[in-house]
């Protein structure tokens, strides 16, 4: 079965500074989701990428989709305290199931 | 307005108990979903309904049970609650299987 992995685990960062999330999965992706999570309450849908190389931005919230490598990434530019959640991607192995990774804790310090 | 709403929010009952908990979307999705989010916060799927028709149904416990009465609604009942039942149980939809899922607020459930 389908595996994510996230890296870092757990990341706090000041204020302003510019971050990155990576998803790595075990199999070919079709289709990686991103979402945000804040402590007591549910996911919040980011965004999705559906093909190699495909890159989309909301904000300052940046997603790209390495298919080669089994990969995304999650970039923040200059991170406010309003980023602060955990962040976990999601995938389909070529089933109905999505599958999410453990998830990246991120702390803003003011 | 609401999209995806759960109901209690937070359920602390006793082992043995049987508790239910209710799933509603107003987003006109044809899939609903539960999945479990145990205490190291990873989220698995535990049952999933397309068009009232159930197409995912994990290694759940038989005390698991999922309802849709119809499209907007899937609920969760639970029989003789056991202490490792406790965790957080989100519902979500989508447009489609394949689409990207929209997720209510989750229900703590706490089994003493």
């Known amino acids: 079965s389908q595996e994510l992995e996230q890296s870092p685990q757990s990341l706090i960062v000041q204020e302003g500074k510019n971050l990155t999330i990576n998803c790595t999965s075990s199999k070919t992706l079709y289709g990686l989701y991103w979402y945000k999570q804040k402590y007591g309450e549910g996911l919040i849908f980011l965004m999705m990428l559906q093909k190699g190389g495909e890159e989309k931005s909301h904000e300052k919230i940046t997603a790209k989709l390495d298919e080669k490598k089994q990969q995304s990434s999650l970039h923040i530019t200059a991170s406010q305290p309003s980023h602060a959640g955990i962040y976990l991607c999601g995938a389909r192995g070529g089933s109905e199931k999505l599958v999410f990774g453990k998830g990246t804790k991120l702390t803003v310090n003011p | 307005d609401t999209a995806v709403s759960q109901t209690p929010k937070y359920l602390v009952t006793q082992m043995g108990n049987d508790k239910s908990i209710k799933c509603e979307q107003n987003?006109?999705?044809?899939?609903m979903y539960w999945y479990k989010q145990d205490s190291k916060k990873f989220l698995k799927i535990m049952f999933s309904?397309?068009?009232?028709?159930?197409?995912i149904n994990e290694t759940v416990p038989n005390r698991f049970s999922p309802k849709s009465p119809d499209k907007a609604h899937l609920n969760l009942h639970i029989n003789s609650l056991e202490l490792g039942d406790s965790a957080v149980y989100f519902c979500a939809s989508s447009p489609g299987i394949f689409y990207e899922q929209y997720f209510g607020p989750g229900t703590r459930l706490t089994v003493t």
């Open positions: 309904y397309n068009n009232k028709e159930l197409i």
């Open positions: 987003l006109g999705h044809d899939t």
